[in-house]
């Protein structure tokens, strides 16, 4: 049998580099707590590189915004 994930819903330490660990967050996002921890998951003690890390290589990147937002930034900061 397979172990999965668990997090526990209490303040303590997290192991971001735990290959479970984004699957630890999203269980908490839907749940909306503010805190977890991993005291009590079988991979508390894992870990792997981070492998999917965003790098912009552009030195200026540019991003597209909503028209919305935009609009809304050129009116406060325009």
């Known amino acids: ?3 999965r ?3 526990i ?3 303590g330490t ?4 735990c290959p479970y660990y984004e699957k630890c967050l999203d269980h908490a996002v ?5 805190y977890w921890k991993c005291s009590e998951c079988p991979h508390k ?6 492998s999917h890390n965003v790098t912009i ?12 937002t935009y609009r809304e930034i050129m009116y406060r900061f325009g």
């Open 57 to 68: 290589h552009a030195p200026n990147p540019c991003y597209e915004l909503p028209w919305k």
């Open 1 to 3: 049998m397979k172990s």
């Open 45 to 50: 003690l894992r870990q792997q590189p981070l």
């Open 5 to 7: 994930p668990n997090p």
């Open 30 to 34: 839907e749940r909306r707590w503010r």
């Open 9 to 11: 819903h209490k303040s």
């Open 14 to 17: 997290r192991n971001v580099f």
